[in-house]
């Protein structure tokens, strides 16, 4: 696959992730009726991807490529990943603090990571266990464990 393919590629999932954050924007919106509750549940949906610049970093050193990071070469290079702000883990945990604090800012992060997660989930052609943090940690963040039909590839 030509780099130009998968640039087009992230920008057709980021489309979707955009899409789906404003969905979690009018969702809590609409039930809270608060601007700032559905901001941050939008926003939390967008800026869990900057996690991408960890595995980025851990390649590259402090440079910058932007095709770099728009084609997921960095994983290839390692062969892993890592993306420490992944993890369906996140946003069970926030919704059990939710649950005790009952302050709506909880839900709020625990949604937009959710549909963030959800969309990875059915773009990325990955295992089924591959979202959750403990899997990847306990696999070795392997690439070829995380992505179906890695060596095809």
């Given at each position: 696959?030509?780099?130009?393919?998968?640039i087009?590629?992230t920008?057709?999932?980021?489309?979707i992730?955009?899409?789906?954050?404003?969905a979690?924007f009018?969702?809590?919106?609409?039930?809270?009726n608060?601007?700032a509750?559905?901001?941050v549940?939008?926003l939390?949906?967008l800026?869990?991807?900057?996690?991408?610049l960890f595995d980025y970093?851990?390649?590259?050193g402090f440079t910058?490529?932007?095709k770099?990071v728009f084609t997921?070469?960095v994983?290839a290079a390692?062969?892993?990943i890592?993306?420490?702000?992944?993890?369906?883990e996140?946003?069970?945990?926030l919704?059990?603090v939710f649950y005790v604090?009952r302050n709506p800012?909880?839900v709020?992060?625990?949604?937009?990571l959710?549909?963030?997660?959800?969309?990875?989930?059915f773009?990325n052609h990955?295992?089924?266990?591959?979202?959750?943090?403990?899997?990847r940690i306990?696999i070795?963040?392997?690439?070829?464990?995380?992505?179906k039909?890695?060596a095809?590839?």
């Amino acid at each position: 696959m030509d780099y130009r393919d998968n640039i087009v590629e992230t920008f057709k999932d980021e489309s979707i992730h955009f899409v789906a954050a404003i969905a979690v924007f009018v969702v809590l919106f609409i039930y809270y009726n608060n601007m700032a509750f559905a901001l941050v549940g939008f926003l939390s949906s967008l800026i869990v991807d900057i996690d991408h610049l960890f595995d980025y970093f851990l390649v590259k050193g402090f440079t910058f490529d932007v095709k770099a990071v728009f084609t997921g070469e960095v994983f290839a290079a390692s062969k892993k990943i890592i993306l420490p702000l992944h993890g369906w883990e996140y946003a069970a945990i926030l919704l059990f603090v939710f649950y005790v604090t009952r302050n709506p800012v909880f839900v709020s992060i625990s949604l937009g990571l959710f549909i963030h997660y959800l969309v990875d989930f059915f773009t990325n052609h990955v295992e089924p266990l591959s979202y959750f943090i403990i899997y990847r940690i306990l696999i070795g963040f392997d690439i070829k464990r995380i992505i179906k039909n890695y060596a095809c590839r």
